[in-house]
């Protein structure tokens, strides 16, 4: 299964597509530019098949679960 986070504010921080179920940014972002970042991810299987984008959902930590 593959996973690609798609961030709102800035594409530089779109993942592209990992196997990781949770994605990291860097910290600098956050407390240079904005308190926090708003992200939104679909899931594709070994054969290709996507899921739709999910909901966006805000976070402050840097790290999406």
Do not use: H
């Amino acid at each position: 299964v593959w996973y690609n986070f798609d961030c709102y504010q800035d594409n530089d921080f779109d993942s592209g597509w990992i196997t990781s179920p949770s994605y990291t940014t860097t910290m600098y972002y956050f407390t240079q530019q904005a308190p926090s970042l708003n992200f939104r991810v679909k899931i594709k299987d070994n054969a290709g098949n996507e899921t739709g984008w999910s909901l966006w959902w805000n976070t402050q930590s840097g790290e999406i679960p």
